[in-house]
């Protein structure tokens, strides 16, 4: 019992001159900071900003966007779902700064993109609707993004960081997704 009321007492000491120090550093702390309040603040110049889409005048995209609205006949609706189809296409996705399941995923936009091009049986409709998605691209990769390949690129080529799944079915979906078999 002497020898734990000892070590309770040594341990109060040490205790008490760790906060002693620790209040003299935050007194040597506050000292140095005390003119730093007198300093003039300036105020931040903001970047220049477009004035018809509001983004930085350096990534605008305006000069992407179509001079006059693209006339077409038909509405679209897109009704999204987990367990979409999905069809088989040579078309592969220009979003190139986000990582997508297979080499066949597309963006919304480019699905739309396709879609209308197709029910109006016009190709420019497609360039047209697509070149912003590929000047924000080209933008995002000038600025540090990286680019994304599919996960199942990354699993035929054998560069896929993480390690296989346990689980069956997960593996199995895995398996399927290296051998192009729709999941």
Same mark, same amino acid.
């Given at each position: 019992?002497?020898?734990?009321? /000892?070590?309770?007492?040594?341990?109060?000491?040490?205790?008490? %001159?760790?906060?002693?120090?620790?209040?003299?550093?935050?007194?040597?702390?506050?000292?140095?900071?005390?003119?730093?309040?007198?300093?003039?603040?300036?105020?931040?110049?903001?970047?220049?900003?477009?004035?018809?889409?509001? @983004?930085?005048?350096?990534?605008?995209?305006?000069?992407?966007?179509?001079?006059?609205?693209?006339?077409?006949? /038909?509405?679209?609706?897109?009704?999204?779902?987990?367990?979409?189809?999905?069809? &088989? /296409?040579?078309?592969?996705?220009?979003?190139?700064?986000?990582?997508?399941?297979?080499?066949?995923?597309?963006? /919304?936009?480019?699905? %739309?993109?396709? %879609?209308?091009?197709?029910?109006?049986?016009?190709?420019?409709?497609?360039?047209?609707?697509?070149?912003?998605?590929?000047?924000?691209?080209?933008?995002?990769?000038?600025?540090?993004?990286?680019?994304?390949?599919?996960?199942?690129?990354?699993? &035929?080529?054998?560069?896929?960081?993480?390690?296989?799944?346990?689980?069956?079915?997960?593996? @199995?979906?895995?398996?399927?997704?290296?051998?192009?078999?729709?999941?």
């Amino acid at each position: 019992a002497l020898r734990s009321q /000892t070590l309770s007492e040594e341990e109060r000491q040490e205790g008490g %001159a760790s906060l002693v120090a620790s209040t003299l550093d935050a007194e040597a702390d506050s000292a140095s900071a005390e003119g730093l309040w007198e300093l003039p603040v300036e105020p931040a110049e903001r970047r220049p900003e477009c004035s018809r889409c509001s @983004r930085p005048q350096k990534v605008c995209l305006c000069p992407f966007l179509p001079v006059h609205p693209l006339h077409i006949s /038909t509405h679209l609706y897109i009704i999204q779902h987990p367990a979409e189809v999905q069809l &088989k /296409t040579n078309i592969s996705s220009q979003y190139v700064i986000r990582m997508q399941p297979t080499n066949r995923c597309l963006s /919304t936009l480019e699905c %739309a993109a396709v %879609a209308l091009s197709i029910l109006e049986k016009n190709n420019h409709i497609q360039e047209t609707l697509l070149r912003p998605l590929q000047a924000l691209c080209s933008f995002q990769l000038q600025h540090g993004a990286q680019i994304r390949l599919s996960k199942e690129y990354l699993l &035929k080529n054998g560069l896929y960081p993480k390690p296989m799944p346990r689980n069956k079915r997960k593996l @199995r979906k895995m398996e399927l997704l290296m051998n192009s078999v729709k999941i």
